[in-house]
C-alpha cells in the first residue's frame, strides 16, 4: 500500500528557506515519478513540482522556478523539496504524491509553511 | 501556461441523482506520446485529494463506477451516475499534458 509522510513544515521569515521531506514506503519508490502540489488555506490546488524515477529529469511552475528545488533519495526511498527566498504568497500545505498515469495518484497528509515576519 | 477552467463552480444535487461536471483547456491537451494527461480528484474538507479519474476516463484503483470521465481535445466531463452521502467536497479536473494545472474546483453539496 502506498505511504506517503511529509515532513519539515513550519513558520519561516520572507526571504528565508526551508526543506521538505516526504518519506515513502509500501512500493517500489525508485519506480515512479513524484509531484508536489500546494494548497493556500481555503483556496486550490497548485501543481508545483514533478521529478522522474531517477532523478535527471524536473520540471517546475513558472511561480516557484529558479527558488524551489525538487530532488529524491532513491536509497532512502525519500522526496526534497528545497524551497528558497520564500514568499509570504507560499504559505500553503504542500503535498506529495506519486505520480499514476502521469498524475498525482497516492497522495501524503501534506505539511503546512508559513511564511510570515 | 494552459489554463483549466471548470463549471459549475458549485453544484447542489438530491441524493441517488446525477450529477456533471465541466472542464475546459485553454489548449488540446493531446500530448506528443498520444496520450491525454487529463484527471479528476476529489477532495473532502481537511483531507487530501483523491485521484478518482486519469487519461480523460480511466478509474484510478478503488474508485466506485458510478464515476465516469469523457471528452476529447480541450473539452472534458466527470459524471456521477447517483450521487451518495459521500461524494460530497470539492472536484478538481487537472491537466499534466504541459507541466501541471488544476481547475478552480467545483463544489459539491447536497440540496
Known amino acids: 500500500e502506498f505511504q506517503l509522510v511529509e515532513s519539515g513544515g513550519g513558520l519561516v521569515q520572507p526571504g528565508g528557506s526551508l526543506r521538505l521531506s516526504c518519506a515513502a514506503s509500501?512500493?517500489?519508490?525508485?519506480?515512479?515519478?513524484m509531484h508536489w502540489v500546494r494548497q493556500a488555506p481555503g483556496k486550490g490546488l497548485v501543481w508545483v513540482s514533478r521529478?522522474?524515477?531517477?532523478?535527471?529529469?524536473?520540471t517546475y511552475a513558472d511561480p516557484v522556478k529558479g527558488r524551489f528545488t525538487i530532488s529524491r533519495d532513491n536509497a532512502k526511498n525519500t522526496l526534497y523539496l528545497q524551497m528558497n527566498s520564500l514568499r509570504v504568497e507560499d504559505t500553503a500545505v504542500y503535498y506529495c504524491a506519486v505520480s499514476q498515469g502521469g498524475t498525482p495518484g497516492n497522495w501524503g497528509q501534506g505539511a503546512l509553511v508559513t511564511v510570515s515576519s | 501556461d494552459i489554463v483549466m477552467t471548470q463549471a459549475p463552480l458549485s453544484s447542489p444535487v438530491t441524493l441517488g441523482q446525477p450529477a456533471s461536471i465541466s472542464c475546459r483547456s485553454s489548449q488540446s491537451l493531446v500530448h506528443s506520446d498520444g496520450n491525454t494527461y487529463l484527471s479528476w480528484l476529489h477532495q473532502r474538507p481537511g483531507q487530501p485529494p483523491r485521484l478518482l479519474i486519469y487519461k480523460i476516463s480511466s478509474r484510478f484503483s478503488g474508485v466506485p463506477d458510478r464515476f465516469s470521465g469523457t471528452g476529447a481535445g480541450t473539452d472534458f466531463t466527470l459524471k456521477i451516475s447517483r450521487v451518495e452521502a459521500e461524494d460530497v467536497g470539492v472536484y478538481y479536473c487537472m491537466q499534466a499534458t504541459q507541466l501541471g494545472t488544476f481547475g478552480q474546483g467545483t463544489k459539491l453539496e447536497i440540496k
Open positions: 521529478i522522474n524515477s531517477d532523478g535527471s529529469i524536473t
Open positions: 509500501g512500493f517500489t519508490f525508485s519506480s515512479y515519478w
